[in-house]
């Protein structure tokens, strides 16, 4: 069965601390998307990633960056985390062309 | 620019349809999704339909779309307590550059009442 796997379910951070989420897809995508949901505001994209290497900025990449070294990793760096960043983190991969996203099962982030 | 736009919630008895419905502005999109997101998960690929398409049947599943009106719809036959969850629409627009991501709806809540 095909996957995204995301490393943690639940994460709790301190304020200012560097935070990095994981995500890995075994299905050779060659684009990776880093999404926050929030209540009342959907998904929000933060960075995709249509190659290795290659990064371009979603809707709402302040605060954040991404590394992409290998084609089936794509990671999720909050550089200094701040409480406005608490909130539900998905990862999604799809191949290029027009099908759809297959998506992880989230991270849940908490920045006290 | 691009938007997709879809009610908020929707509440209905066990047994009887649903029908979320959810509109769009880029006519280019390709394709038309419908995702479900069940409580504390990521988000499930329901179904999809081409943009040459009218109607797509997937056992309970039955999805309209109307082209000239930009409107698409999910109806779910004999909704069950399972179907709970929130469903978003997503289109894929066709423009140079962007059949990478998809533009998404906020998602309809769906309660199914015992």
């Known amino acids: 069965d095909v996957k995204v796997t995301q490393s943690s379910r639940y994460l709790v951070k301190r304020t200012g601390e560097k935070v990095f989420l994981e995500c890995v897809q075994d299905m050779d995508h060659e684009n990776m998307f880093w999404y926050r949901q929030d209540p009342g505001l959907g998904l929000r994209l933060i960075y995709f990633?249509?190659?290795?290497?290659?990064?371009e900025k979603g809707d709402i990449p302040e605060g954040y960056s991404v590394s992409r070294e290998k084609k089936e990793r794509f990671s999720l760096i909050l550089e200094s985390a701040s409480t406005n960043q608490t909130s539900m983190y998905l990862c999604?991969?799809?191949?290029?062309?027009?099908?759809?996203?297959?998506f992880g099962s989230g991270t849940r982030l908490t920045v006290v | 620019g691009e938007d997709v736009e879809q009610s908020l919630f929707l509440s209905v008895r066990e047994g009887d349809s649903s029908v979320i419905n959810c509109t769009y502005t880029?006519?280019?999109?390709?394709?038309l999704y419908w995702y479900k997101q069940e409580p504390g998960a990521g988000l499930q690929l329901l179904t999809y339909?081409?943009?040459n398409m009218d109607m797509k049947q997937d056992q309970r599943l039955t999805v309209l779309l109307n082209k000239k009106d930009k409107h698409l719809s999910l109806r779910i036959a004999d909704t069950q307590t399972g179907d709970s969850a929130i469903y978003f629409c997503a289109e894929s627009p066709a423009g140079a550059g962007n059949n990478r991501k998809l533009i998404w709806g906020l998602g309809t809540s769906l309660a199914v009442n015992p």
């Open positions: 880029d006519s280019s999109s390709t394709y």
């Open positions: 990633s249509y190659d290795v290497k290659m990064k």
């Open positions: 999604a991969s799809r191949p290029t062309g027009t099908y759809g996203y297959t």
């Open positions: 339909i081409f943009s």
